[in-house]
């Protein structure tokens, strides 16, 4: 029985379902470099190597275990460009009784190979991928008749099933969440700690140069890249994080400083989402720095909620809501997206950073991400595609059942409160207590109105004011609502005006 086993660019876990089984004599590992996968949005140049790197190591490392892999490298004249059309080559280039696959982690390619398995002329199975902790039926499960998702409760019960930081059938503790310690703002010109960036193996920097060649018009630059393309530095990363800088996880949070890209994040999502890293292991690594007393609570917990709750909660809400979750635009938002997103040239210090860093390293910490440039696409009314769009293509861990239901649920409140209870619209005063731009940007900060204002608080009140027929009864936005009716109609248009003003000096036009 000689089989074809596909493995796809994250899925470089030894664990992989698509690999039990393996017959080393009879069997062939079919991994393919293609265009469509690097082009279907124009993905950071980072993004790009970083798979292609990740994928040549992990094919090194299965032939070092005597398995078969045919290997098709991006620039092989007879590539298809597509992950089917490879699998069609490969079938057609070898004798198979079956083909075997992990389901992927889009819809997109999802529906591609579907429709390739029921014309393949040979058994296709398609094997449930898991690596999460919460399986589909798991979610399904714990999701049935609810009439709201959210995340907190799907948190606490991962947190019984797994046993992670549980005390008995009690949380650890006493408290299930420490967020209220885990909103610290950074000193003004904090210096986190010095952080571990993997300097590129020969591998890494082919793939580097592959790139440039090949897609050199992709944003982003390649000269700052230092993410893990191995298990082995995965590892190294993960430990650095643990021994050092998770005990001011907790503290700083929610803090953002200029020129400060990581501050005490943990660099892991990109190993993570490749399969580098495995999740349940990254949580009771993480579990035990607390128990030997090497970190406080409030850092863990908060850490293990990201993962246990947070990654595992978007990935449930993803599979369980697509496709229709892909064409949520409950606010209506019908603008584009500025130019300044993706050239980062911006009077407004804080969107300058965060775009400096995206492009500089393909990453921002999540505050940055949600609170800076999601929460002025917010504001802006940015179309929830031009969006996803652009949070696809900038960021090295970006894939879609992770990115949308962040960016069109939490970020946008495009899916009208699945993922979240309220949008998180914020003016200029929760940038300004959360970080240092606000010192050193051309706007002000306390203004409200007028071109030298910030544009957040221009912008806040005509979003709630223009919104106000769909989230007016949301009773977590009952006090912004209050204030806004208590200024009378005639701020109130005033206020909606400037706004406008705002959205169209910032570029926000309508699109066509
Ligand atoms: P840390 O802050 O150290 O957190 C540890 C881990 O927790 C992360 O590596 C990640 O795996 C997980 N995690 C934390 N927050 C989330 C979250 N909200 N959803 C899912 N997992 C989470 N994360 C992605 O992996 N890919 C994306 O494409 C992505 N797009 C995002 C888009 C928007 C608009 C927002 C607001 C968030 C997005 N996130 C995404 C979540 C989060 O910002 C990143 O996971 C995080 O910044 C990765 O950096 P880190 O490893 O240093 O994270
Ligand atoms: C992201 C990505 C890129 C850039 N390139 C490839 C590739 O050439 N071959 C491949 O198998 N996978 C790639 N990937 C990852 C896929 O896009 C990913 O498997 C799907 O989007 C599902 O998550
Ligand atoms: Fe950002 Fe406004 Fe602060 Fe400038 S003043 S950094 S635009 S929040």
Redesign the pocket.
């Known amino acids: 029985m000689a089989v074809l086993r596909l493995v ?4 470089l876990s030894g664990g992989l379902t698509a690999l039990e089984g393996l017959d080393p004599a009879a069997d062939t590992v079919l ?4 265009r469509d ?2 082009t279907y949005v124009r ?1 950071h140049k980072q ?2 190597a970083l ?2 790197a990740a ?1 040549r190591n992990h094919a090194e490392r299965l032939r070092a275990r005597g398995v078969r892999v045919r290997y098709v490298a ?1 620039d092989d004249p007879d590539n298809s460009g597509s ?1 089917t059309g490879e699998l069609a080559r490969a079938l057609a280039a070898g004798v198979y009784d079956r083909a075997v696959l992990t389901e ?3 819809w997109r ?1 999802a529906e591609h190979l579907a429709a390739f398995a029921e014309g393949a002329g040979l058994p296709v199975e398609i094997r449930e991928d898991r690596r999460f902790i919460c399986s589909h039926d798991r979610f399904r499960r714990w999701a049935s008749g609810k009439s709201q998702l959210r995340m907190e409760f799907f948190y606490r019960e991962m947190r019984r099933a797994t046993g992670l930081l549980m005390d008995g059938d009690q949380p650890e503790g006493g408290r299930w969440n420490y967020d209220a310690e885990n909103r610290k703002k950074a000193p003004r010109g904090v210096k986190p700690p010095q952080r571990l960036r993997i300097t590129p193996n020969a591998i890494a920097q082919g793939a580097m140069a592959d790139v440039a060649c090949l897609f050199p018009d992709h944003f982003g630059a390649l000269h700052d890249f230092g993410w893990p393309t191995t298990a082995e530095e995965a590892e190294t990363v993960l430990e650095d994080f643990l021994a050092n800088i998770l005990p001011g996880f907790g503290d700083w949070q929610d803090a953002m400083a200029e020129d400060q890209p990581w501050m005490w994040h943990g660099l892991i999502s990109t190993s993570l989402n490749l399969g580098l890293l495995d999740p349940v292991d990254v949580c009771r690594r993480a579990e035990a720095v607390y128990r030997a007393g090497r970190a406080p609570l409030n850092a863990v917990e908060g850490f293990i909620r990201q993962i246990l709750g947070w990654r595992e909660f978007v990935r449930g809400i993803y599979w369980l809501k697509a496709p229709e979750y892909r064409a949520r635009n409950f606010l209506d938002a019908d603008r584009n997206l500025p130019w300044f997103y993706w050239s980062g040239e911006t009077d407004m210090a804080c969107v300058a950073d965060v775009v400096k860093t995206t492009r500089e390293n393909a990453y921002a910490h999540h505050i940055q991400r949600l609170m800076v440039t999601g929460n002025l696409a917010l504001l802006l009314g940015v179309h929830p595609d031009a969006v996803d769009d652009w949070y696809m293509a900038v960021y090295a861990d970006a ?3 992770v990115e949308m239901p962040n960016t069109r649920g939490m970020a946008l409140f495009a899916d009208g409160g699945i993922v979240g209870s309220k949008p998180y619209a914020a003016s200029g005063a929760y940038i300004d207590r959360m970080s240092d731009y606000c010192g050193g940007c051309r706007y002000d900060v306390k203004s409200k109105s007028g071109d030298a204002a910030c544009p957040f608080n221009r912008l806040y009140w005509g979003f709630l004011e223009r919104n106000r027929g769909r989230l007016r009864d949301n009773p977590r936005l009952a006090m912004p609502y209050r204030t806004l009716d208590g200024f009378g109609e005639a701020r109130r248009a005033a206020l909606a005006a400037e706004a406008e003003a705002c959205r169209t000096l910032l570029g926000a036009t309508p699109r066509d």
């Open positions: 796809l660019g994250d899925q991994m393919a470099e293609v996968e690097a993905h993004k790009i798979v292609f994928m991006i992950i992927c982690g889009e390619l894939y879609e059942w």
